[in-house]
């Protein structure tokens, strides 16, 4: 099962920033956050992982709180590109990934 | 393109039959992921392989199996086909040869899918 919570759906208008919210309230010390997002039935993309400290990267930004039982995915100027399903993780090592249901992002014109 | 190569894209074939999905990892990935999607469902895991060795199992059912080969690419073999085994299944690769197992990091790169219609 899933060790993550996230709302099913959300809406974000394009040029906004969305942010999209991930509960881990069992997160183990040595687990990382992953999130990665699947755009229609195309392979699941890698956006961005973190461990304690916040991260940014070309494509998101990631907000984890100091209790680490929680976390946002911030992507700062949607586009109509980023309508995607998002799945937020937490693994660690080399175990596999297991995902849930995700959150469904509908960006807006 | 990912660097994860999953052939064929697409497959029609009847129930009873049996199909393989090849899977090639990205240059220097020792691990391959299988996973299963169907319609509307979410991505479930099916099996591991590490550098050749079953490393972690999933539900996959008993008709399927897969193996990791010398050269580290990867088949899924799915025999006695059902409808129900309709999906897409995706292939992922992780692990660089040089940093080998460890707790740390691991992010998973995916195939395109291969997506099977069992008629």
Known sequence: DAKTTQP???DCAEGRA???PCNHSTISGNEYVYWYRQIHSQGPQYIIHGLKNNETNEMASLIITEDRKSSTLILPHATLRDTAVY???VSWGAQKLVFGQGTRLTINP | DSG???TPKHLITATGQR???RCSPR???LSVYWY??????GLQFLIQYYNGEERAKGNILERFSAQQFPDLHSELNLSSLELGDSALYFCASSVRRDSGLTTGANVLTFGAGSRLTVL
Request: proline share 4%; with cysteine; glycine share 4%.
């Open chain 1, 8 to 10: 099913p759906s959300m």
């Open chain 2, 19 to 21: 199909v393989t999905l």
């Open chain 1, 18 to 20: 969305a942010n999209l």
């Open chain 2, 4 to 6: 994860v190569t999953q």
């Open chain 2, 27 to 29: 240059s220097g990935d």
């Open chain 1, 87 to 89: 799945y937020c993780i």
């Open chain 2, 36 to 41: 299963q999607q169907s319609l509307d469902q």
